[in-house]
């Protein structure tokens, strides 16, 4: 007999960080009463913990899986869209058919104009957990699921150098490039002494041969980041990211049709229509989505749209418990056009603990957990501190 969704809950978690995310604060970046903080750098709000939204899903069989999604700031408007709308269409719904659950939900709304954002964001997580109880109940890795293993292995350049002085995040590359990996990214609002600066301290430490790449955390004007990404380059760069607003199209065309770098964008997308409008114009090279903003179906479709314009895809990675990236392993471990994915060390590491599963990612490379499903889920310590919204 169908299995079918019998219910669908929503929860917060928060963990504790040493070091906020991309480094210590600097002068007047003081967070206030909640938590939140703007870095200067980018004027971008940040928390200082760690915090991401978690779905659970069981059906009436009693399968469970789990999703997650941002839960960076206003985790409770995730929680509300899921209480209050998606969690009632969602149950009932056939587990093993989550991308027709996703353009069903999806729908309810397009026509308001709810077509990304935090709205996309509750239904990435819950497609996660519907992908997972999919393959569970085929007895299957979410890999498997997808059409088969590509690779085992999954390329993994490390970001993020959380220190706050140039010579230190050097030191930092080096320190992991003597474990295995050898290519990695900065990101500008932390190089407090400019981008070019920034990259020829790293090609001092880290050599000729290490990849390096630029967040430029869209934070220039196309022309200004084309003379930047230039500078760079004389230093050896290998793909420049985000260098102009997530709105700027005709901007990014610009840059990446004369900067002479890879370009590299879409953390921030929600869904293929965002690579759609952008891919026969812009001359994009590498594009990046997240999963916990889309979802594996609309991940797959983003990826799948890419190759077939011979783009490749490098997958972005954020602050979560680990379960988004699980699925963001599976996908890349089933997809031809990845080539590589981010590691995000500072956060793989105040995660850790709090997943019960495979989730490596040593010497350079991830290995995509095991199965059945996504082949991790929360451990004893998340559960014991999700909160439900
Ligand atoms: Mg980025």
Redesign the pocket.
Known sequence: MRDRVQSVRAFSLTQHRQTPYLGALRSGEEPNAKGYFVRRGNGTVYPIFDRSVLVRIETASGMAGWGETYGLVAPGAVGAIIDDLLADFTVGRNPADPAAVYDDLYDLVRVRGYTGGFYVDALAAIDIALWDIAARLEGVSVTELLGGVVRDRIPAYV?GLPETKIDARAELAKSWQSRGFNAF?F?APVADDGLTAEIAALRAALGPDARIAA?M?WKYGAHDAIEEIRAMAAHGLWFA??PVRPEDVTGLETVCRNAGVPIAVG?EWRTHHDLRNRIDRCGISIV?PEMGHTGLTGFMRIAQLAGRHGLDVIP?ATVGSGVFLAASLHASAALEPVTGH?FQHSVFESSRGLLDGDLACTEGFYTAPGGPGLGVEPSERALSRLKPI
């Open positions: 970001s990214k990101a967040d955390h990211e985000a953390e990046q972005h981010e």
